[in-house]
């Protein structure tokens, strides 16, 4: 009965809310690979992804996204986040990895 309550006002440590790493897909595009990862959210998936290039000067560069769209499918989420992937790419592609953060969120 307890274990009711905790659930029923979120007292629990349990992650029944919490967001999990669902499978992706990788494609190239350009110098760049784009990581499309979406995240589970209950039964829906939101769109999550990283941009990667390794630069011989400063090696391995990673931007990661994160956007508030949410898709019933999983196949859509990766569609989604591959697309825009390659928009941020095409959008910030000169600014994009110049800074010395081997790692940030664009």
Avoid: H, N, W
């Avoid at 190239?28 to 939101?46: H, K, N, V, W």
């Amino acid at each position: 009965m307890a274990s009711f309550f905790s659930k029923l006002f979120g007292l629990a440590g349990g992650s029944d809310k919490q967001t999990e790493q669902a499978a992706g897909k990788t494609e190239s595009y350009g110098d760049c690979l784009i990581r499309a990862t979406p995240m589970r959210e209950g039964p829906q998936f939101r769109l999550a992804g990283s941009i990667e290039r390794t630069i011989p000067e400063a090696g391995l560069k990673v931007r990661t996204f994160i956007r508030a769209d949410l898709f019933a499918s999983e196949q859509d989420a990766i569609d989604a986040a591959l697309r825009k992937g390659r928009q941020i790419i095409d959008e910030q592609r000169a600014s994009l990895f110049s800074d010395d953060s081997p790692s940030r969120p664009v």
